[in-house]
């Protein structure tokens, strides 16, 4: 049976489409819309029009002209509306504000006390109900307000679904965290993996097509960007890198299994090296900081349980780099603070462990706040209901 589409419906498809386009490009112009998307230049010119009365699109001036009139620069409208993104870890939250051009107008930062005795979702509920609530207050007037809220977590996410599948460090499964956080605030939400967050964070920074988010705090995930679009499996749950094997009679990990990379090239990891060392290690907001504090002034406990971390590092990530052959790798998470202690151990590993084409993959560490960027990112793609930028 045929059937057809109302023309409203039509104009309402092409109009996200238009926006979804200025969003994803700097600068732009009504020509150069109807040249990527199809549309006639009257169609294009009429929903623009209607997106700067919207106040989601502004022109900005003249561009350079091949011949004709020169053309009315377009950009997405920054002050349009802002987002929220959160990014939950073990032992702290960061939260951001951002405009819609994701530059960040609030950050804050929550520390949390390991006690698995808290871990329930009541517990985790009340944290982000307070933590999104003080963030708001902090928002600038604008057209739209509250584009989204995005939520990054440390485990297994039903994107689609907006649940909880399983958060092995917090002991928490099987929960509806959108539906109930929309009981509290009228915003959209939008929820994934913290690694996931990290690469489309960098994805939109950098619009590389194929990269990698390795994520490392207390536990390991990587977020995989394939031809510009975030890669999350048939069940969502692609990327968990942290538990795959890299000792095949390893130690047990939170997962059940045994011999997890994270258990190895985590916190948790740097903590046994310490250990094995005879220091006294907790896992807590400021142990890898003051870990890379000792170890640069000169304590070699500290220095040798950062070169085994940073072996560690570089044996999991050849794996993640055998599969995927990205164009770069991203180094996120609070590991990545150790960066000058890491990554010299990571490189000498990776080259001598992977394929000619991958030993010479860069390796980039990212900024704190990418995985809270990279929620708020989300949450705004989502607003824009974004969609691939037609490749040439």
Known sequence: MYRTVDA????QVNKQTVLSLIYQKSVTSRVAISEETGLNRATVSSLVDELIAEEFVEEIGLGSSTGGRKPILLRFNARAGYAVGVDVQITHVTSVLTNAA??????QRLELEANQEHYTTDWLLAILRQE??????AMPASPHGVLGVGIALPGLINHTAGRVIYLPNLGLADWGIVEELSQWFPYPFVVDNDANCGAWSEYLTRRINN??????????????????ALYRGRDGIAGESGHTTIAANGLLCSCGNYGCWEEYAS?????????????????????VTDSV????????????????????????????????????????GTVAEAQSLVLGEMHRVIRHRSMDANKGTRIVVAEPTAVALGAAGLAISQAVKMVPVPTA
């Open 102 to 107: 994701r530059d960040v107008v609030h950050y």
């Open 267 to 287: 916190e948790r990891g740097l903590a046994r090296y310490l250990r094995e060392f005879g220091v006294e290690a907790d896992i807590g907001p400021h142990f």
């Open 8 to 11: 409203s419906v039509m104009r």
């Open 132 to 137: 999104i609530q003080a963030v708001i207050a």
């Open 293 to 332: 504090h000792l170890a640069q002034s000169g304590d070699p406990a500290f220095r040798h349980a950062f070169q085994k971390l940073g072996e560690s590092l570089g044996i999991g990530l050849s794996n993640v780099l055998q599969v995927l052959n990205p164009e770069v790798a991203y180094l996120g």
């Open 211 to 228: 990269l990698v988010f390795v994520n490392a705090g207390v536990g390991i995930g990587s977020g995989i960007i394939i031809n510009g």
